[in-house]
Structure formats: C-alpha cells, structure tokens
C-alpha cells in the first residue's frame, strides 16, 4: 500500500521535472531567436473598416487598407491614390481610367495632357496633374466649399478635403449637385462608389497647400 502511494507521489513529481526542462529549453531558444531572418516586407499592415457600400453583397469581408501619411495634402492624395489604384502608376482600369489616380482622359485633355501614354509612364507628369486637377476643383467649387464647410449633408460632415476627394471621384458638377440638392442627387461611379462615401472617407485632411486656380493647365 505504501509502495503505490509513493509512486503516485514521485509520478507528478517526474513530470513537473520534464516540464520545467522543456520550460527551460525554450527559454533558451527565444533568447536565441534570430529575428534577422523574418521581415514584414510586402505585408499589408494597415487596415480599415469597410463603409457599408463597400462590403461585398455575398457578406464576404473585404479589407481596405489605406495609407497615414500624415494629416495635410501628401497624406490626403496617397491615400486618395491607394484608395483609387492601390498606388499604382501603370494601372489602367476595367473603363479605361488611368494610372495612380485614375485619371479619365476628357479630365487629362482640360488640364492640357493629350498623350496617354506618356502620362501613363511618368509619374511625375501624373503628381503634376492630380494637383492641377485639384486646383482646378477648389476654384469651381470655392463658393460651395465656403458654403457647405462646417454643415451635414446625407449625414455626413462636409469638409474642404471630402469636397475636393469627391469632386476626384465625380467632378466639381457632380458634387455641387449633391450638395446643393441636400444629397438627395445621387452619384456613383462604375464601381458604385458614391460622393457620400468619398466625403467621408476622406474628410479632415489640411488641403489648404492646394491653391484655387481658376484654369490650372500644363
């Protein structure tokens, strides 16, 4: 009776030794941990939550990452890029839009750029173009800004900077229309991407960088 009792008593006891001895050894291979052979490279780390039009009928979660660069105009055109091509300079889309903000080519022809090709290929001629275009958009819509800057509107806060992104997505018309009509003058994209969801998304950033000019060219 003994005899049993005793090795019950040492069985736990040889277990917790093995423990501690594996316990032990992988203490010492964290500290031996070579971090230099993993890298993040390549991984999104930077997510979103999805607004309610963009999440897939088929109730299959999308993320969305977007870029923080900060709170002023470098911050709010990458993340207006990421949004529109994922930063991509190269990228023509399903209707033909163009390169890292998705330029159409009647909107490339105001600002005084014919040759697509060449605007595809350049990425500094594409910067030089989205902050023309820009510009163009704070002059047509520089009374509508001053008007609506500060008010609800679909129930959404309008600021400087939704206004501009929206007037990206839909053209300076398109957003006086909505908010004019008291957002009732719906605009979608091909994609069903909305005025609305632009004047969110983007809304807070300082474009103040930006300068209304009245016929902003090449």
Do not use: C
């Amino acid at each position: 009776m003994v005899r049993n009792l005793v090795k019950f008593a040492v069985l736990p006891f040889m277990v917790g030794l093995l423990s501690l001895g594996n316990f032990n050894k992988n203490a010492a291979e964290e500290n031996n941990f070579d971090a230099s052979k993993y890298s993040t490279k390549g991984l999104q780390l930077f997510y979103d939550v999805p607004f309610e039009d963009e999440v897939s009928t088929s109730n299959e979660f999308v993320y969305k990452p977007l870029p923080y660069i900060g709170d002023r105009y470098v911050g709010f055109k990458e993340a207006l890029a990421f949004k529109e091509s994922r930063g991509d300079y190269f990228t023509v889309n399903t209707f033909g839009y163009l390169g890292k903000y998705q330029f159409g080519r009647t909107t490339l022809e105001l600002i005084g750029i014919h040759n697509t090709n060449t605007f595809l290929s350049t990425p500094e001629l594409q910067e030089k173009a989205f902050l023309l275009n820009t510009s163009r958009n704070k002059w047509v819509l520089r009374r509508d800004i001053a008007r609506f800057k500060g008010t609800y509107v679909g129930g959404v806060k309008i600021t400087e900077s939704g206004i501009l992104a929206a007037a990206h997505l839909a053209g300076p018309g398109g957003v006086k229309a909505y908010l004019r009509s008291g957002g009732t003058n719906q605009f979608s994209d091909g994609f069903g991407t909305s005025i609305k969801s632009y004047l969110k998304k983007f809304s807070g950033y300082d474009v103040s960088f930006v300068q209304p000019v009245k016929n902003a060219r090449l």
